[in-house]
């Protein structure tokens, strides 16, 4: 079945213990990206990545890290987390550039609390 | 700077009403137009979206949308909303950067029985 895959479902941690939330898709997806969703503000884009080992940020990058070492996984690192990143992240990827009127398949997402 | 406006933050409707949810965004060049749903609990999915051709969009569980280039607007539509239609709608646009999707915030749709 083709899907995103991100694990954890729910997380909660304390200030500044570092933490990954990863993401994997199977569908051979160029495009992958990292949003977080807040009330009242919408979706807003943390990183995306257009292909293996091109990663770009995104409208609130700071504070989170990404790599795309394989065109399958897109990990979202938390160095140092805090509570102002509490708050539920998708990982959505897409078959290729975005301009091509490719839709977003988005994971279940994850629900970060940061204590 | 890009953006895209959503209207209705909150619309409660009862079951058989007509839904409108308005979508508009600035960008003056070609775009991509997408409805997404979040159902309770579950991630967003793909409800339509226009990439070229007819203006009028048919998408899943009976919504449709129609692009009006000279209104700048992508309004969502259904005849007949169901209980089953609550959910928050996202309206977003790719607005010639085949990088990023631009969000609205959000409309938050009650759907009483």
């Known amino acids: 079945e083709a899907q995103v895959t991100q694990n954890p479902r729910y997380l909660i941690t304390v200030t500044g213990k570092k933490l990954t939330v990863t993401c994997s898709q199977n569908?051979?997806?160029?495009?992958m990206s990292w949003y977080r969703q807040d009330p009242g503000l919408g979706l807003r884009q943390i990183y995306y990545s257009m292909n293996v080992e091109v990663t770009d940020k995104g409208d609130v990058p700071e504070g989170y890290k990404v790599s795309r070492k394989e065109k399958r996984n897109f990990p979202l690192i938390l160095e140092s987390p805090s509570p102002n990143q509490t708050s539920l992240y998708f990982c959505a990827s897409s078959l290729s550039n975005l301009g091509q009127g490719e839709k977003l398949f988005f994971g279940s997402g994850t629900q970060l609390s940061v204590l | 700077a890009q953006s895209v406006s959503q209207h209705n933050h909150h619309v409660i409707l009862s079951e058989a009403a007509s839904l409108e949810l308005g979508c508009n965004y600035s960008y003056g060049g070609t775009v991509n137009l997408f409805w997404y749903v979040q159902y309770p609990g579950q991630h967003l999915q793909l409800l339509l979206k226009y990439f070229s051709g007819d203006p009028l969009v048919k998408g899943i569980k009976g919504f449709e949308a129609e692009f009006i280039k000279s209104k700048f607007s992508f309004n969502l539509r259904k005849p007949s909303v169901q209980w089953s239609d609550t959910a928050e709608y996202f309206c977003?646009?790719?607005?010639?950067?085949?990088?990023?999707?631009?969000w609205g915030l959000g409309t938050s749709l009650a759907v009483n029985p």
């Open positions: 569908m051979n997806h160029e495009y």
């Open positions: 977003a646009v790719n607005a010639g950067n085949n990088r990023k999707l631009i």
